[in-house]
């Protein structure tokens, strides 16, 4: 399964890409907004949306995205470890 994960602090990174990995997902994970964000974003399985740490454009272009490909987003206020756990635990577990 392919997730990607939107928002989140930036140290925390890596840490979100490896609990991805011991779901056995591939993550791809966007702190900020890099150019040509809509196309690095691909066609996910899962789209994740860290809401308190994302700008609005973000969230824009990730409610785009899944509405064109119908792509389940789930929005999660928090950005901490156990947030991202929970919402593994409903989609890949």
Do not use: W
């Not at 930036?10 to 702190?31: G, L, P, Q, V």
């Not at 789209?47 to 700008?55: G, I, K, Y």
């Amino acid at each position: 399964m392919s997730i990607v994960v939107v928002g989140g602090n930036d140290r925390m990174a890596t840490r979100y890409k490896d609990i991805c990995e011991s779901y056995n997902c591939k993550a791809k994970i966007f702190t900020q907004m890099p150019s040509d964000f809509e196309n690095k974003l691909g066609t996910p399985d899962l789209m994740v949306v860290f809401t308190n740490t994302c700008s609005h454009k973000m969230v824009k272009r990730v409610n785009s995205k899944s509405q064109k490909y119908d792509i389940p987003v789930a929005r999660i206020h928090s950005a901490s470890v156990s947030a991202l756990k929970n919402i593994l635990d409903q989609y890949c577990g």
